[in-house]
Nanobody, 118 residues
Framework: QVQLVESGGGLVQPGGSLRLSCAAS????????MGWYRQAPGKQRELVAT???????NYADSVKGRFTISKDNAKNTVYLQMNSLKPEDTAVYYC????????????WGQGTQVTVSS
């Protein structure tokens, strides 16, 4: 089992910045991908960004150039730096840890609210 603890959400004005953190603990896999998804009211959960163990990243087109995903392997922590935030970025942000062994195992964080509003 992998436990995820998220932090860093909140209320910010348009154009502002926030940084989300997600710390993983428990049975850490040797191969894994960590990432952030978000879900706005009335919408499906969508990919924001992912990063694998060697640091390869993937971003949704809507956040490219504004958001940066990074990780600290020693702390098993992934970060999402969000700059130039827009009202449409408002959502609950979820951390995902996907571990790979004989199969793929997904673990989700509890979610953290990000609200972009003036």
């Amino acid at each position: 089992q992998v436990q995820l603890v998220e932090s860093g959400g909140g209320l910010v004005q348009p154009g502002g910045s926030l940084r989300l953190s997600c710390a993983a603990s428990g049975s850490i896999f040797s191969l894994y991908v960590m990432g952030w998804y978000r879900q706005a009211p009335g919408k499906q959960r969508e990919l924001v960004a992912t990063i694998n163990k060697v640091g390869s990243t993937n971003y949704a087109d809507s956040v490219k150039g504004r958001f940066t995903i990074s990780k600290d392997n020693a702390k098993n922590t992934v970060y999402l730096q969000m700059n130039s935030l827009k009202p449409e970025d408002t959502a609950v942000y979820y951390c995902l840890y996907s571990g790979y062994s004989i199969a793929k195992f997904d673990y989700w964080g509890q979610g953290t609210q990000v609200t972009v509003s003036s």
